[in-house]
Nanobody, 114 residues
């Protein structure tokens, strides 16, 4: 059973950077499409960035040019977040999808102060 654990969140000032990690256990991520989602208080969860099995990436318009999703190896996916804004404050979740089956991490909090 695939399990995902996010790390790297915290408090940062506007304009700063953070790198989130999504570490897998129980399986490798080779055959999964990976997405980073976020949910701000009172808002719906939204897709921030995704990477397919072949390495194609996509980003929400709100983070294009600031965030980068990447795979480092078969068990870790990263989200590099630069030029952070207060509106990026949210709980960030890692998702792995394979043939319609979804796995979620428990999330990590990112707080951006103005």
């Amino acid at each position: 059973q695939l399990q995902l654990v996010e790390s790297g969140g915290g408090l940062v000032q506007a304009g700063g950077s953070l790198r989130l990690s999504c570490a897998a256990s129980g399986s490798t991520l080779d055959n999964y499409a990976i997405g980073w989602y976020r949910q701000a208080p009172g808002k719906q969860r939204e897709l921030v960035a995704g990477i397919t099995i072949s390495g194609t990436t996509n980003y929400a318009d709100s983070v294009k040019g600031r965030f980068t999703i990447s795979r480092d190896n078969a068990k870790t996916v990263y989200l590099q977040m630069n030029s952070l804004k207060p509106e990026d404050t949210a709980v960030y979740y890692c998702n792995a999808e394979h043939y319609g089956v979804n796995y979620w991490g428990s999330g990590v909090l990112v707080t951006v102060s103005s």
